[in-house]
Each structure stands twice: as structure tokens, then as C-alpha cells.
């Protein structure tokens, strides 16, 4: 069964850094390109940033443009997402899930989210 | 990119049908192919119930269909269940991102 782990949220203050992961298994991780997704609370789904299959293409929503960086490492089937001074409009659960830009089946795999909560 | 508009809430009972829209643009549902539907139990990772405007993916019931028309897609749930009631929400590829609808929550009567 296809696992999608992630890890590394929490709580930071405005201005912070975090780095999220989100390790696979049972997955040709490898094969497919990777988002990362977030919901803020009481609100909906926004897809956040991808990243093709092998790494060389990056995208992001404008909202997080320039204070975050998608990357991958296909060897340990991890994807990564670096986040850069942190707003409390960050504060969400980040969802990895597998698909990228142009995907027909984006989303087919998700994990079960890491929390991310921007306060001081 | 403006999410895409869905309704707040819907709500059925039992063994009816059901149908949530999503309203795009031409930009995105109007353009494009890559129309997705996903259902969302609180406290669990969303599913994949649409991809493609019609596709089903391998496991997903019949009970679930989509449709598009225009700028518009559509989900249809028929034949309501309680294990239905939850949030859905519609994505469309625009070409240059990724863009979700607002959501819907299902409740079941």
C-alpha cells in the first residue's frame, strides 16, 4: 500500500523557517511528480507548490513564491518543501500528495499532513 | 489565480442524488481537461473520486460521476449514503497552476 509520511511542521514564529518532508513507500516515487498542498483552517484546499519527477522543474502558487523551495531526493524517495518567512497566513496543514503541473491524476496519493501553525 | 466557486453546503438524504458545481473561467475548468474531484474526511487525507472531468479512478464507486459544461464542472453523488457526508472539492489545471475550488460540505439528513 502506497505510503506518503509527512514530517517536520510545528509551531514558529512570524519570520521563521521551517522544512517539511515527506518520505514515501510502496511507491515508484521516482515516476511521479509531487506537490505539496495545504488547508488553512476552516478553509479549502490550495495547492501550494510541484515539482517534476526528476526534479528539474519547480513551480509555486504566487502566494508562496520566493520565500519556499519544493525539492526532491529520489534515491531516499523524499520530497521537500523549504519555507522562508513564515506569515501566520501560512498557518494550514501541508499535504504532500503525488502529481505536479499538467497531472492527470493529481492527488491519486496523499499522506496525512503535517501541521504548520505561524504565531508568536 | 482565484479559487474556483463551489457551494458552501449541500445536503441530501438518504438514497437521493445530489449534484455540487464548480465555476471556473476559460482560463481553467472552461480550457482545460485536467478537472479533478476529491471527497475530504476531516482528520484524514483527501481521495481522488474524479480525474480527467469523468474518470474514476480503480476502487472509486459508481455512485460518483462529473460532468462539464462550459465553464462549469459538476459532481453528481447518487444514491446517498451516510458515509458520504463530507467536504469535496473540484481542482482544474490552468496552465500554469493548480487551482482548487472553495469546497463543499455534504451533509447527509
Known amino acids: 500500500e502506497v505510503q506518503l509520511l509527512e514530517s517536520g511542521g510545528g509551531l514558529v514564529q512570524p519570520g521563521g523557517s521551517l522544512r517539511l518532508s515527506c518520505a514515501a513507500s510502496?511507491?515508484?516515487?521516482?515516476?511521479?511528480?509531487m506537490s505539496w498542498i495545504r488547508q488553512a483552517p476552516g478553509k479549502g484546499l490550495e495547492w501550494v507548490s510541484a515539482?517534476?519527477?526528476?526534479?528539474?522543474?519547480?513551480y509555486y502558487a504566487d502566494s508562496v513564491e520566493g520565500r519556499s523551495t519544493i525539492s526532491r531526493d529520489n534515491f531516499k524517495s523524499t520530497l521537500f518543501l523549504q519555507m522562508n518567512s513564515l506569515r501566520a497566513e501560512d498557518t494550514a496543514i501541508y499535504y504532500c500528495?503525488?502529481?505536479?503541473?499538467?497531472?492527470?491524476?493529481?492527488?491519486?496519493?496523499w499522506g496525512q499532513g503535517t501541521q504548520v501553525t505561524v504565531s508568536s | 489565480q482565484s479559487a474556483l466557486t463551489q457551494p458552501a453546503s449541500v445536503s441530501g438524504s438518504p438514497g437521493q442524488s445530489i449534484n455540487i458545481s464548480c465555476a471556473g473561467t476559460s482560463s481553467d475548468v472552461g480550457s482545460s481537461n485536467l478537472v479533478s474531484w476529491y471527497q475530504h474526511h476531516p482528520g484524514r487525507a483527501p481521495k481522488l473520486l474524479i480525474y480527467?472531468?469523468?474518470k474514476r479512478p480503480s476502487g472509486v464507486s459508481s455512485r460518483f460521476s462529473a460532468s462539464k459544461s462550459g465553464n462549469t464542472a459538476s459532481l453528481t453523488i447518487s444514491g446517498l449514503l451516510a458515509e458520504d457526508e463530507a467536504h469535496y472539492y473540484c481542482s482544474s489545471y490552468t496552465g500554469i497552476s493548480n487551482v482548487f475550488g472553495g469546497g463543499t460540505n455534504l451533509t447527509v439528513l
Open positions: 510502496e511507491f515508484t516515487f521516482s515516476s511521479y511528480a
Open positions: 480527467e472531468v469523468t
Open positions: 500528495a503525488s502529481g505536479g503541473m499538467a497531472s492527470s491524476r493529481l492527488g491519486e496519493y
Open positions: 515539482i517534476s519527477a526528476a526534479g528539474g522543474s519547480t
